[in-house]
């Protein structure tokens, strides 16, 4: 099946990967994990977040012109709509399995959820502000929390009992989730919430660190930087610096920086910052070619693992910076040494997809992230380099397409 787009935004990578998504199986009931070899693992198993992601994903892809993929984008939504929502007590499962674990409450995945909801929207899928406002409303009731101007991370089912714990990583994708959707559901408070969790996880905690940016807090909202010392590599909540996060950080301050109506110096500089502390900390860190995936507070690599979320990361931006003229020829040196690299390694031309997880060696780990999961992070990656400045993907592809 050969997909293409229409207007400017021909982008060979982009569309075999939406091509390689689509061929792995169908998606009429939603989106499940691809496997290996490019098939859908288990057709049964469904993720709020692979969902979510996936939703995005096509949602980009329908914006472009791609036909094929409006009836995944709708099928994502229905899947979050119908099978993934609590209707009991609100909110979305972990995923589709009857036990604690998948029925607990994540603050990681809500925010994907409103992403996914508030994309389809702006790709016209009506349902999609369905589900976005589910996740806000959810988050407004449970997750916000206006005393620390951060998202609490975990509940149980019944939203009744909350973890002692503060993370980063869920806060982060909040950041990105209040910029995508404060305009389609007319919530410009969002974007002042986007503002207080970067001021205080970059300007107060990142800053205090050298940009050696701590992932954990106790319940208090003070850096747990011991936390999972004695489980280094879980799959979200690793020990120690996560060098991705640091990218993703530096790329969001920019767009957070576009959208807000307060100039914050500080958000550029921080952006900078982060940016020269991932390269600094991740690149080639153990001498071998790529990013490592995590080091400790003094800088030594912990996890060596090559992880293509990383790298596209990177890649994106270092487009975000470019168009923002801050690094000079250095940002767009780094996205044609970065794009070169993403493709040698982990491209895996027996199915035309990408592979997740490398050891650092460049061979297939997968012990992590067993194989090929999702496509957000490539979908940025092959993206962001070709829209203007912006407050996210989806609103810089509407920019470009002159409908925003």
Not at 92 to 101: E, K, L, Q, V
Not at 375 to 389: D, E, I, M
Request: net charge negative.
């Amino acid at each position: 099946m050969e997909t293409r787009a229409s207007g400017s935004f021909e982008n060979r990578d982009f569309l075999a990967l939406i091509d390689f998504v689509l061929s792995a199986g169908k998606h009429s009931e939603g989106f499940a994990d691809i496997d290996m070899d490019g098939r859908i693992s288990s057709p049964m198993y469904r993720s709020t977040l692979t969902n979510s992601r996936m939703t995005f994903v096509m949602a980009a892809a329908s914006l472009l012109g791609v036909e094929q993929a409006r009836p995944a984008l709708e099928a994502g939504v229905k899947c979050l709509r119908e099978e993934l929502h609590d209707k009991s007590y609100g909110g979305y499962f972990d995923f589709n399995a009857p036990t604690a674990r998948a029925e607990r409450k994540l603050a990681y995945n809500h925010v994907f959820v409103l992403l996914a909801g508030a994309s389809a929207a702006n790709a016209g899928e009506e349902n999609g502000l369905e589900i976005a406002r589910e996740a806000l409303s959810v988050i407004d009731q449970h997750f916000w929390n206006e005393d620390l101007g951060i998202l609490n991370d975990e509940y149980d089912r019944t939203l009744s009992f909350r973890y002692p714990y503060f993370g980063g990583n869920s806060n982060m994708h909040a950041v990105e989730a209040f910029l995508a959707s404060a305009k389609v559901l007319e919530r410009p408070d969002l974007i002042t919430r986007a503002e207080r969790i970067a001021e205080f996880f970059i300007d107060i905690h990142a800053r205090q660190y050298q940009f050696m940016l701590p992932e954990h807090y106790d319940f208090k909202g003070e850096p747990d930087l011991n936390y999972n010392r004695h489980q280094q590599e879980d799959v979200f909540k690793p020990y120690g610096v996560t060098v991705g996060h640091l990218f993703e950080w530096s790329r969001l301050l920019l767009e957070l920086e576009f959208a807000s109506d307060n100039e914050a110096p500080w958000r550029v500089d921080a952006a900078l910052g982060l940016y020269n502390k991932a390269k600094e900390l991740g690149l080639e860190a153990d001498g071998k070619p790529g990013f490592v995936y995590t080091v400790d507070f003094s800088g030594e690599p912990i996890s060596t693992k090559r992880l293509h979320w990383v790298v596209c990361e990177a890649i994106a931006c270092a487009a975000t910076l470019q168009k923002w003229t801050l690094l000079g020829d250095t940002a767009e040196f780094d996205q044609i040494v970065w794009g070169k690299h993403l493709r040698a390694r982990f491209f895996d031309p027996s199915t035309g997809g990408w592979h997740h997880e490398l050891d650092s060696d460049g061979n297939y780990s997968g012990q992590l992230f067993s194989g090929k999961p999702d496509a957000y992070h490539l979908t940025q990656a092959f993206l962001v380099p070709l829209v203007g400045k912006g407050s996210g993907l989806i609103q810089s592809i509407q920019e470009s397409l002159g409908r925003s």
